[in-house]
């Protein structure tokens, strides 16, 4: 996940002639570090305990509940970042990297029941 991010964030800097580098990095960021590290968690909480999944995931959700308007007000308003390229790329990468956690989500419950 990461590294596939960090280098579409690179072409689409690249792609934008630098113009909104700070917008798509920090678009990219909040969604790899909640996706990535809820990813990790429910991976590890399955590997030990699967049944403590869902209680664990509700955590998540709750947390990212405060996480993601936080960090979103705080690139806004505080970074003072461009709201289009900004939104456009933490759009983009929150629905891509969830996507990519759902299907690994759903590799792991298949490897489990086989």
Not at 31 to 38: C, E, I, R, T
Not at 43 to 70: C, D, H, Q
């Amino acid at each position: 996940m990461a590294g596939a991010s960090f280098l579409s964030a690179l072409a689409i800097v690249a792609a934008s002639g630098g113009r909104s580098g700070a917008e798509v990095v920090a678009g990219m960021v909040g969604p790899l570090v909640a996706a990535g590290g809820s990813w990790m968690l429910a991976e590890r909480t399955f590997r030990r305990n699967p049944t403590a999944l869902t209680s664990v995931m509700v955590a998540a959700f709750v947390g990212k509940m405060v996480f993601f308007p936080a960090y979103v007000l705080m690139a806004l308003k505080v970074l003072a970042l461009r709201p289009a390229p900004f939104v456009a790329s933490f759009v983009g990468y929150f629905i891509a990297l969830y996507s990519i956690a759902a299907l690994l989500m759903r590799r792991l419950y298949a490897g489990a029941f086989r």
